[in-house]
């Protein structure tokens, strides 16, 4: 029994591990892309400004198209959407590559390719999580949900240091070629993974089913409540990325805070990671809510007082406990959100639902560099307080009794 609840024996679920394989190498890529794509823009156009609005032309379409993308996934199957988006990923940033190496790039020609690669996105970030609740039995599902969290952990932390260091030794366009193959390898991993069909029905019109996946997702009093809570957690992120590295130009000279402002980032990221894989061997099924409250309380605390009160020491050990809160918190979210989605409607709610989750980070953001300038303390109390709602947006979500009810 214990060895049929292990991390080995997910390895003998058909399909999964290509699956894995393929969405460490695809979020390896997009991970090493949105840096490279920065250092590129710097080394041929010298434009600070460009840059930024060819990051922002990689995120912001395909949040966008999510809607659409998860009718994609629920009418033609999450087996071909990921596919396609591997392969139109793969596609894109190469051209990027041999447009450079013909010395024939223009900023409209960057943006177009920069916009096309950024519609596929969401095909691959939703495909991955609906095809894991239909791959995993339900018993092994919290186990799936970890190792992918953990991966998505570890690749925040390998991929932009491969792209800097890849960059710097060999150049941006060769880069950007890496990029390309490592979606050309994920696209063939995918070929490994069992074909899954669309489970939508294909009677009503795409828009329709488009403006359904949306009120799915505003009606539906988990998904909702899901959406509000995790929004309202990610904004402590949000101003954690703003107000950390200011705390440690504060401590440390410019050349030095660099690094360790980097060092916290990836000592954080692997703590998530670690996290995550424990996370997996808590049985998060039926007590997903109060996992997530916990975790966010406790991330409330690492914040303030934890990271602001106790100086440089209590900033790291905030940072630890915040990153190792994540995992369970990820996890927790992704077995309740798939539990209780009609696996129909699981491609457009995963789409529409991984899109609205990001919307708190640049809020958050986006209030620290208002806040930041009065009191670096007040901003991490911000940080702590949009957690603590966060827990308390998540217990209001109703119990497996009150929502079969």
Known sequence: MEQQNSYRALTTIPGLTPLIVAATLSRLAGRMFILTLVLFVLARFSSPALAGWLTFAAIVPGLLVSPIAGVL????????????????????????????WLDSTTPPVLFFLVILFSLAGPLG???????????????????????????????????PAMAGIIVAWLGPESAMSMIALFYAGAAIC??????????????A?????????IQIVARQSTLRGLAISYSMYQITWGVL?????????????????????????????????????????????????????IGMVITAL?????????GFGGLAIGLMLAGIMSGPIDVAL??????????????????????LNLAGFPLGSALAGMVITSSLSTTFVLAGIASVVAAIATISIPSDTEAIA
């Not at 019109?205 to 996946?213: A, D, N, V």
């Open 241 to 293: 990325y703003v107000v950390v590295p200011v705390f440690v130009a504060n401590h440390y000279d410019t050349s030095i805070g660099s690094s360790v402002t980097g060092f916290l980032w990836a000592a954080m990221g692997i703590a998530g990671g670690i996290g995550a894989l424990l996370a997996g061997h808590l049985r998060t099924t039926g007590r997903e809510r109060y996992i997530m409250a």
């Open 73 to 100: 996934l629920d009418r033609v199957g999450p087996t071909i959407a990921v596919r396609i988006d591997m392969i139109a990923s793969a596609i894109f940033i190469a051209a990027i590559s041999i447009v450079s």
């Open 205 to 213: 019109s795409f828009l329709q089913q488009t403006w359904e996946g």
């Open 125 to 159: 970030a939703a495909g991955t999580r609906t095809l894991l609740p239909r791959l995993v039995p339900s018993h092994a599902l919290d186990r799936a949900n970890a190792l992918d969290t953990a991966v998505y952990a570890v690749v925040d932390v390998v991929g």
């Open 190 to 203: 995918m070929s490994l993974v069992p074909f899954l069909p669309g489970l939508a029905s294909r009677q």
């Open 302 to 310: 690492a914040a303030w007082p934890v990271a602001a009160e106790f």
């Open 334 to 355: 992704l077995t309740l959100r798939q539990r209780r989605t009609d696996p129909q409607q699981l491609g457009r709610v995963m789409s529409i639902s991984m899109s």
